[in-house]
């Protein structure tokens, strides 16, 4: 059962439709099961260089994160051939993380972005995070609620930065591009990124 709930919100993702989260009070386990489920579509829909060099893709979370049991069912999937590995980093400064992956910051690490992203500094790593300004502030996907679903932002200068190509179908369901300024991407400001 735990196996076609996940079928069907993976379903729901690839086809960009909002997903629903629970209204406030309910469980964070759910709301944290469809940030995970985001996270492995953001991995099917994002390149990265030198692909054919790595052995594996690595979604990694700063500290103890917020997602439970949630990406236990994503660690060992295997996308364009390579397995992911989920990891969890109690700092980026030891152990650094690897390039090709992508890293969630939740909002309790949100005091630590700056520096966080000041550490990535020229890594190929997809940030994403879910504190409000988090794309405006130098991440890469906003992950928000809005009125109980989870939407997105992409701040495509991060992305840039990061050296990471992004599918044309992962901008058509963005909620807004941005730049880091905060406003919004013209498609002149983001068609080199696109894969």
Sequence with gaps: MKSVKWLGLLLTLSLG??????AAGASDTREYAVKAAYLYKFMTLIEWPNEAKIQNFIIGVVGPGPFGPSLDDINGKVIRGKPIRVATYSALKPPTPTDQMILFIDKANDPKLKTIIGD?????VLTVGEAATFAERGGCINLVTVKNHVRFRINVDAVRRAQLKISPRLVKVATVLVTDQGEQASYNQYEDILA
């Design 17 to 22: 439709l909002p997903v629903l989260v629970p």
């Design 120 to 124: 990535l500094k020229g890594r190929n």
